[in-house]
């Protein structure tokens, strides 16, 4: 086993309301990330009263090195799992995702297990070019398993994160052809509301994933510009915003009737 980075561990919260129409929230983390990349959001909700699962993907807060035996089969299995646990106590998830964090979220979602809102920031939604895809191939092929990545991109200098600083390939694959590649064209069958909120500037994402993504949907789309933060938007300047956005979009979400 290896350890777990302080800070980066799965996080639980069950309140104590009781009742019908309740909502809980699955939140999720991006590639090479951590639950801390998401953490503040997660507190966030569960202090206005919701139920909230956070779990740690598998090979992430740990080592580069732990990740590269892990692949989509393992994150969207550990995805899965979180939401069995948390939609057994409440009756409807929003699912709060950050990059391919949000990507899961989709995927989830299109699987019909009971989601009744997605709120995705900088999603992943399209496969990368034939020439970036290419690219990783001869890498593998040239025995290259790890790449310099891009760390934490956060545009506030205050503000810091937990992420590996490198990128390991063969998940990365798995990635972009089990997890992308399988859900892109599906965008359209999805009708729950979406919250989108995608930064002008992201050194991770290209921000026309979203774009793409909100003229795919199938459902009602509220999308957002953020104007001064970088991928990781849930740790940079306008993270009180998302946070505050957020909670408003759930508590809409949970008054429908």
Do not use: K
Not at 7 to 23: K, L, M, N, V, Y
Not at 218 to 233: I, K, P
Not at 236 to 247: A, G, M, Q, S
């Amino acid at each position: 086993m290896v350890a777990v980075m302080p800070g980066c561990e799965s996080w639980s919260f069950t309140t104590d309301a009781t009742g019908t129409g309740r909502i809980g929230a699955l939140v999720l983390h991006g590639f090479t990330g951590t639950p801390a990349s998401v953490r503040n959001l997660a507190e966030a909700i569960a202090r206005a009263g919701y139920d909230v699962e956070m779990p740690r993907l598998p090979g992430h807060g740990t080592t580069v090195e732990d990740m590269l035996t892990t692949d989509w089969q393992a994150w969207s299995g550990e995805v899965a799992q979180a939401h069995h646990q948390l939609a057994a106590r409440v009756d409807g998830t929003v699912v709060v995702a950050q990059s391919m964090g949000a990507t899961l979220a989709l995927w989830l979602a299109l699987r019909g297990s009971g989601i009744v809102g997605l709120v995705c920031i900088n999603p992943l939604t399209r496969l990368r070019d034939a020439e970036t895809m290419a690219m990783i191939e001869d890498l593998l092929e040239d025995g290259i398993a790890i790449v310099p990545g891009e760390g934490s991109d956060i545009a506030d200098p205050d503000s810091s994160d937990v992420a590996y600083a490198g990128t390991p390939l063969l998940p990365l694959r798995s990635l972009m052809y089990d997890g992308v590649a399988s859900i892109e064209e599906r965008y359209h069958e999805l009708t729950m509301p979406l919250r989108l909120f995608t930064s002008r500037q992201d050194h991770v994402v290209d921000p026309t994933d979203s774009e793409f993504l909100a003229s795919a949907y199938g459902g009602s789309v509220q999308h957002t510009w953020l104007e001064r933060s970088y991928h990781v938007a849930t740790r940079d300047y306008e993270r009180e915003f998302l946070i505050d956005e957020t909670l408003a979009f759930i508590a809409g979400v949970g008054a429908q009737p």
